[in-house]
């Protein structure tokens, strides 16, 4: 059974729909910036890919009406609903959502935990209502009316996909006939402190597979994509953005939060994908890289690039330094680039590169640029030794 | 699907070779886990800096491997409703009261929910497919899920499938609190973990098939014995206590009631099930597993 796509749905730092994210992507224009709606002191010395729109903008956007409900969870239905629109689907028992998130209600749940740990205050403690990651599914499955097979991933960066890999299995075990996949990740104090304890948060713009590089940016963000067979999507006439050929997920297993130095998690990832897809290497028209720009992930990703890819590298870039690293969110908002590059025959910029890193024979995608695009490769890896790689290709 | 090398941490004696329907306690506010030997399962130095649910994870991912008589399996799936609670809260804390400086990582590293099956394989040099669901208590029921559909597919034929919860001090008073608040009557609350080993043929150490799945509800069909979190069966969580890892807690029960076949004591009494429903409804999430002994 082959995989379509024929519903997609993004919000992040540059734009609200997947046509604001594409102009931003063809203008070479970043969504990293000051912060106005994350409650962090780091906003004051560190850059982050935030989402415009506040918690209350979404809410009536969405006619969503229960206050009990996470910054994640909005997001979530956001990029979803465009998604499901844009399928032009009906939801029924045959629709199933296999979403995925790292933090789930966490930025709700500060709103708790801050007067808890200052004060020992416990008037907040209805929000811990929206923590799990289980619930902020739930939540978007119940606002859809979804209610088959409703799944939360959560391995870290690499969430997202793993949760479009899942949704393809379970179209080819004939276990749904329609799935929505994707992931979300709203900003939150957690996170934020989380990765400057680790001192891998850059404090200007990112400079993914730069020499230079000195740490990520964090961001926010949602993205779906509706899932179909081929067959089913021809017979309703319904607009196919690429297909899902190619997809696997591997372990590094060599350390928590490291990656490898010859990047074997990474390199297992793209070949069994490829495998997967039935393709070569050399089939490949653009890999959107995980490039988060941290030292580790840039040095260990392109070693296994080169592994996989040899001297015959297709063009390669990071999409970070627009969207920031939104975390479980990341594979599904570059699986919608990497659908829009394929549709549109573009090549999407890697910004702020400056210097090659020592060793590798190639320089990123630097300009936006008209090319035959016939499958992409989208990498996705994560703490916990999680590595992912998911190809699209052109229907 | 078949499932077998069932292992468990609970706050029964479940972990060891004896009969652990023989030995059931109800559980109580004062009920403490049963926990193995964990330096058999992991070196000290790792071992110090462990929760209780990345130890429960590791110990129990590993021996039920060993138990399987394999050598390696070809994936890991986890399934955990609330993760590494203990670091979570950990870290939060830290946040708050220091103020967002001079942190340190460790516990963020440690808080990440998938930092289960990624220690697990870490520790077992398992480069395999490796997934973490979050799914509140049907989290278990997803990693079966996904197991089901690996071999399905032909991408694996052995897969450690396993959910695993904790609880601290700290989580059992927020949840007090927050069913008072919300005035949902909190169940006795209990923490674990139980591994099995899937497999798409019969193994040596296979104890049952799995006939059926449902994410969604309770599958009416002729069982000999139903194992549930309420009335409508045998209430398997005055044992294990209740939390989003407890189905594993019932599985465990179900592949060693096959096993051991006839039990007979103060709770419960059975002669040689052939067939047995896993039964699990919380927070407006239901699930069951079909079972058949092999």
């Known amino acids: 059974m082959e995989i379509a796509v024929t519903g997609i749905g993004a919000i992040s730092a540059i734009g609200n729909n997947v046509n604001e994210n594409l102009s931003s992507l063809l203008a070479k ?297 939104t975390l479980a969110a990341a594979g599904a908002i570059e699986a919608v680039y990497s659908l829009l590059a394929l549709k549109e025959n573009k090549l999407f910029p890697n910004l702020n590169y400056q210097y090659p890193i020592e060793g590798n024979d190639w320089q990123p995608q630097l300009e936006v640029e008209d090319a035959e695009i016939n499958h992409v490769l989208s990498n996705s890896f994560g703490f916990g030794g999680n590595n992912s790689t998911v190809i699209f290709s052109k229907a | 699907m078949y499932l077998g090398a069932p292992t468990c941490i609970s706050f029964q004696d479940t972990f060891g070779n004896e009969n652990p329907w023989n030995s059931l306690e109800l559980v109580t506010a004062e009920s403490q886990l049963i926990q193995p030997n964990y330096k058999e399962y992991v070196s000290p130095a790792s071992l110090r800096r462990m929760s209780t649910v990345l130890k429960m994870g590791v110990a129990g991912g590993k021996s039920s491997l060993q138990h399987s008589g394999l050598e390696s399996c070809d994936a890991i799936t986890v399934g955990t409703g609330l993760g590494c609670v203990r670091d979570t809260l950990k870290f939060l804390k830290a946040v708050y009261t220091d103020q967002e400086s001079g942190l340190s990582p460790t516990a963020f590293i440690q808080s990440t929910h998938n930092s289960i099956a990624g220690q697990l394989a870490l520790l077992l040099g398992n480069h395999g497919y490796n997934m973490t669901h979050v799914q509140g208590a049907l989290s278990l029921g997803y990693a079966l899920s996904d197991a089901e559909l690996l071999i399905g597919e032909g991408d694996a034929k052995t897969v450690l499938v396993g959910a695993v919860d904790e609880k601290t001090d700290e989580l059992v008073e927020l949840l007090a609190k927050l069913s008072e608040t919300i005035n949902y009557p909190l169940p006795e609350v209990g923490e674990g973990g139980a591994f099995f080993l899937a497999s798409n043929e019969k193994l040596d150490s296979s104890l049952t098939k799995m006939v059926k799945l449902s994410l969604t509800d309770k599958v009416s069909d002729e069982v000999d014995l139903v194992l549930s979190n309420t009335d409508d069966g045998f209430n398997y969580t005055q044992f294990s206590g209740e939390h989003f890892a407890s189905p594993g807690f019932g599985l465990f029960m179900a592949l060693k009631a096959f096993e051991f076949e006839n039990v007979e004591n103060s709770h419960i009494s059975f002669n040689q099930p052939k067939r047995i429903l896993v039964h699990h409804k919380l927070l407006g999430q239901e699930m069951s597993i079909l079972l058949e002994k092999v």
């Open chain 1, 29 to 325: 224009r970043t969504g990293i910036g000051k912060a106005k709606l994350l409650n962090s002191k780091h906003t004051e010395t560190h850059l982050f890919g935030e989402v415009k729109l506040s918690d209350n903008e979404m809410k009536s956007g969405l006619g969503w009406k229960s206050d009990s409900v996470s910054r994640t969870t909005l997001l979530s239905a956001w990029a979803m609903k465009e998604a499901i629109e844009q399928a032009g689907i009906e939801i029924d028992e045959n629709v199933g959502l296999v979403s995925s998130t790292s933090v789930g209600g966490m930025d709700r749940s500060e709103g708790f935990f801050e007067p808890y740990y200052t004060e020992q205050d416990f008037t907040n403690v209805f929000m811990l209502g929206t923590h799990d990651c289980g619930s902020c599914t739930k939540q978007v499955a119940e606002h859809f009316g979804i209610t088959a097979y409703t799944a939360t991933i959560s391995t870290a960066c690499s969430s997202a996909a793993n949760a479009i890999a899942m949704g393809a299995r379970l179209l080819r075990q004939g276990k749904l006939k329609r799935v929505v996949v994707g992931g979300t990740d709203g900003l939150c104090r957690f996170t934020t402190n989380g990765f400057n304890s680790l001192m891998i948060l850059d404090t200007e713009w990112c400079k993914p597979f730069s020499a230079n590089r000195a740490g990520l940016n964090l961001g926010e963000a949602a993205a779906y994509l509706v899932l179909e067979s081929k067959e089913d999507a021809e017979a309703r006439g319904a607009e196919i953005h690429g297909l899902v050929t190619g997809w696997a997920n591997t372990n590094d297993a060599f350390h928590q939060t490291a990656s490898s130095p010859d990047g074997n998690g990474a390199f297992m990832a793209m070949t069994q994908a490829l495998e997967k897809a039935e393709l070569q290497s050399s089939d490949i028209s653009y890999i959107n890289a995980h490039g988060t720009g941290t030292q580790n992930n840039d040095q260990s990703e392109s070693m296994a690039i080169h592994r996989v890819f040899g001297e015959n590298k297709p063009p390669i870039s990071s999409t970070k330094a627009f969207t920031g690293h």
